[in-house]
């Protein structure tokens, strides 16, 4: 693991962030509020609120980019680049692959969204706003086996409802914008109890194969994955 994921753990919640209300991009930077980890096992950052392994990764067709980082590539918080620009801190999985990460938080169903997920949407400006999409299935596990799924709406227009890969990532160390508050952070956030759950474990993508705006396309490019509820 790479010291850029071992030094991050969560110290507070949301209102450690600094964030003031309802900000927007545009603002004054909001910060976040971590520190070095004071539990570590293995190396590993203990109950940090980002994806801490990655337990298993099946690439699909047409994409190799950032295999070589991994898991690295895909723990601790995101790197986004903001409105107009996607992020190169990402594995992309190729159409129709997917990749199970694994946390040392349990996410709960609390107020709101419980997890985000950032891949590297961007907006391309011009006449008509137009979005470069790379979408893909959200699915939830308590126990690694038996997974229960987002109902993702490739077909609807922009933002996608239910499906990751949709919204531009603001959040990142140089950026300032904290990963753990919706308002600031960009991705797209679930709500376990649009499932009907309490708990998950683990969190599963799935390429659905779209295309965006541009070719070539090699699928899902995931970032990172953020605990906002839990224990």
Do not use: K
Request: proline letters at 6%.
């Amino acid at each position: 693991m790479s010291l850029r994921a071992l030094r991050w753990a969560f110290v507070g919640v949301l209102g450690a962030c600094g964030a003031t209300p309802d900000p927007s991009p545009g603002d004054a930077a909001v910060t976040c509020a971590y520190a070095d980890a004071a539990a570590r096992e293995d190396g590993r950052v203990i109950g940090g609120p980002f994806a801490t392994r990655v337990v298993s990764f099946t690439p699909g067709e047409g994409a190799t980019f950032g295999h070589t980082r991994l898991p690295d590539v895909v723990l601790g918080p995101p790197q986004g680049g903001g409105e107009n620009t996607g992020t190169t801190d990402v594995v992309s999985l190729g159409l129709g692959g997917e990749i199970v990460v694994g946390f040392d938080r349990v996410i709960v169903d609390g107020p709101g969204d419980d997890f985000t997920v950032f891949e590297n949407a961007f907006s391309v400006p011009g006449a008509t706003l137009r979005h470069w999409a790379e979408l893909a299935e959200v699915s939830v596990s308590v126990d690694g086996q038996n997974w229960v799924s987002f109902q993702c709406d490739t077909a609807s227009s922009w933002p996608h409802p239910g499906c990751a890969g949709a919204r531009p990532v603001y959040a990142s160390t140089a950026s300032g914008f904290c990963a753990l508050d919706p308002r600031v952070s960009g991705g797209d956030g679930f709500d376990l109890a649009t499932l009907g759950l309490r708990e998950a474990r683990f969190v599963r993508l799935r390429d659905l194969g779209t295309q965006g705006l541009m070719a070539p396309a090699t699928g899902f490019d995931l970032d990172a994955v953020a605990v906002l509820n839990g224990r």
